[in-house]
């Protein structure tokens, strides 16, 4: 059954494999709050663990914001989790600090927290990244309401250089509504990280590319992120959002965004690549609730995907020919 929590909303999430549990790392805010959109600038990290990713044991929150002034001071936002050669669990997430409490105006970089059995995590000192403004846009260079520098994907380099980090980020040039990449940093040890430029063009029809995620899928690489209708522009604007997957050279990218298409509309977001103990790909994501529905807030059950070599990309099973 999917997950959900009876007295906050569930929403963005991210998941890490111990060989024998998956681990849920999850943001929730109370249903209190009664405005959904209110979640964000209460966000928790909450942890659940399940044997199949179906059947969810909730263990409560493990990471919470820092205080007054740290880079983390109003919530803790999305990231990932990786192990090092050192066996150190490191959880990389996303420090958001909000300019007022009446306004979405934030600044948001990226933290660590280790943790040697994935249930208790130290916040180390932060944040241990920035957007660099040699190649990404900073809070007031633009229209946007943010400093966008979230949702780091840390993943090892596959010939073994070291690390990547994969991050929702803006450029600093072009039309403010299309400016929307994926951003990149990199590292040799996990500790010390270098922005690097973007994997992606911009103006390719994003203000933003959310949760990215690169992966190998039947040998095709490909990257998964979500953009919502309201911050689709250019070729895309007008169009429903949601989930979207694009083709990629390699998981370090580059990635043709240009080539995204919808895997499935904004009923479902912030979609997740998760592979089965039997190596099957498939996708998890958060309902969102349909129009006209109050905000649902669980984390969907996993659904199959396909490889569809007509169109060259990945599908629902339900809709492969």
Known sequence: MAFSLEDYWVWDFWLADDGSDYHLFYLHAPISLVDPDLRHRNARIGHAVSSDLQDWTDHGPVLTPGDKGAFDETATWTGSVVRGSDGLWRMFYTGSSFISPDASTNIETIGV??????????????????ADPSWYETLGTSSWPE?????????????????????????NHGEDSGRGVIGHAISGDLDSWQARPPLSAPQQGFGHLEVPQSIIF??????????????????HAGRTGGIWVAPATGLAGPFDIASATLLVDQTLYAGRFVCSRDGRWMLMGFETGRPGEPFRGRVSDPIPLDWDDGNKTVVLAEQAA
């Open 218 to 235: 039947e040998g095709h690489p490909v990257v998964l992120f979500s953009c919502v209708s309201g911050r689709l522009t250019g070729s």
């Open 147 to 171: 400093e966008a520098w979230r949702d780091p994907w840390v993943f090892a380099d596959p010939d073994g250089d070291g690390w990547h980090m994969l991050l929702t980020a803006r450029v």
């Open 113 to 130: 927290a280790t943790s040697m059995d994935l249930h208790n995590w130290t916040k180390q000192p932060g944040p241990v990244l920035r």
